[in-house]
């Protein structure tokens, strides 16, 4: 992940003015603006089989299943603005203010990148644990295991790491996601 050249802090209201950045994935952490690159195929197939099987087994109209890019506000000051690979809220917990959501979703899906380091993963947990959010998948292709976490006691703890098996959403019982299915061929 890189940062701008000569960084500087932004606040939630510069930033807001600023245009979108194209071909690119932009979050912002205490108020430095990190750029990093589009991910990789591999990635992409991932958050799109887990995409599809979510989908496929919620309830359309109360569940809404995002991939698509979008800035998750974790605060304003100093802002902090997250985009997850993949999210699932239900839509009546759904806070959307100035084109940004403002809500935790009840799952969110990380894949990992050979580039991303512990301490980028730590951060991202911790942002993600501030806003409530109960439940996490860490999606490692490289290892092909998925670290499940939930949210106890303000931070999120790893109850499982799975190679095989089912993923089974706490919030969801019954979607049942069969690992060996996530991963391209």
């Known amino acids: 992940m890189a940062s701008l050249p000569n960084p500087k802090t932004v606040t939630y209201e510069e930033w807001l003015r600023m245009p979108e950045v ?9 108020g430095e603006i990190r750029i990093m690159p589009p991910p990789k195929w591999k990635h992409a197939q991932i958050v799109k089989q887990i995409y599809d099987a979510l989908r496929d087994q919620l309830e359309k109209g109360k569940i809404l299943v995002v991939a698509a890019q979008f800035g998750l506000i974790i605060r304003k000051s100093p802002l902090t603005s997250r985009v997850p690979d993949l999210a699932v809220f239900e839509m009546e ?9 403002h809500s935790a979703p009840q799952l969110i899906v990380e894949v990992l990148s050979p580039a991303n380091t512990r301490r980028e993963r730590e951060e991202k947990l911790g ?9 996490v998948w860490v999606v490692s292709p490289e290892a092909r295991v998925v670290e499940v976490l939930h949210l106890q006691e303000g931070r999120l703890r790893t109850v499982q790491l799975l190679s095989q098996g089912i993923l089974e959403p ?5 979607v049942r996601i069969p690992i060996h299915e996530i991963w391209p061929d």
């Open 22 to 30: 194209q071909d690119a994935i932009e979050e912002v952490v205490n």
């Open 93 to 101: 917990t759904i806070v959307e203010q100035d084109g940004y959501i």
């Open 127 to 135: 942002d993600y644990a501030a806003i409530g959010t109960p439940e």
């Open 170 to 174: 706490k919030l969801f019982p019954n």
